[in-house]
């Protein structure tokens, strides 16, 4: 059981960010915004400051977390690139992908945050917030997503604060994050896999690779007896409504989760409706998405209906979030 914090909430500029290192600095959690979704951030290299995490969460601890760094050279120092992990570090950082790796003899990530494992998960956000944190910080931050485990990623502060006020102690209120789901996490251990479909889609990745992707998702065959992203169960991005995914005829009092110009059959008969992006745009899909998936889980409707998303760019990680979202628990 954790003591209840006062947790702040501030807006995000010079003074909340230098107030933001501060509390890291301390072994203290603070929350904020990243190009993906809220993170919430502690002292990589401190393990009571990560073991509060994990608490503060409610996350089982044998889930490892992704240490935030402000740069390449900074990441070099927790972690082994391979000549294509290097190519991917190029070409996509900052942004929406982070690299599992092996760790570097000198690395001082607290053994509790990789969950024992050899590897680790880094990134560099693309987020101007984030990076000052960072910058101002100057070590590792462990950032997952800033929810409840097994809740909805947190898009906005207020997620962030419905679900974990007087667990943490400050939030930095940077507005909505643009991108809305999670980074693609990439194993580049050997050759490279894709572990998590996410803000940075398949395509731009073989694109820069020149090479398909094999996609092995915790669970699949390939790594059953030692899964190489073991946060990746089924039923993690979870509203407490049951879903019903590929919807073309919504059934009366269902809230409906929409997508493009055509209505579904009995859209009109809705409890309430929200449209991902009534212009099928797959990018303001992914950022509208969970905040959406938030709302109707609150209506109060025996299921979310979810009608069809197209499975190309963004629409893999968009895809890959809703059938978790709909596996029961
Ligand atoms: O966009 C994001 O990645 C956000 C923002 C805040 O940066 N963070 C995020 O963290 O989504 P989290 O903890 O919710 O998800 C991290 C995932 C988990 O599924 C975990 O199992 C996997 O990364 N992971 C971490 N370290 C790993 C490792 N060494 N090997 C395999 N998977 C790992
Ligand atoms: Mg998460």
New binding site residues.
Partial sequence: MTAQLTTRVLKANAASVAEAARILAAGGLAAFP?E????LGADATDGRAVARLYAAKGRPAF????A?VVDLKAAQALARFNPKAARLAKAFWPG?L?L?LPKTAKCRVADLA?AG?D???V?V?HHTVALEILAAFGKPVV???ANRSGHV?PTRAEHVQVDLAGRIDLIIDGEATPIGV??T?I?CLEEPVL??P??LPRAAIERALEQKLAYAPAGSPHIEEAP?????LGAHYAPRTRMRLDVRRVDPGEALLAFGRRPAEGTSGALKVLNLSARGDLIEAAANLFSHLRTLDAAGAPAIAVMPVPHEGLGEAINDRLRRAATPR
């Fill in positions: 990243t993906t979704v809220y993170g889930n490892p977390l992704i935030h929406p982070t599992v990789t494992l590897t680790i998960a990134r956000p950032a997952p997503s990623s999670e980074s996490i194993a572990l998590r996410g803000g190489l992203a073991p946060g990746m």
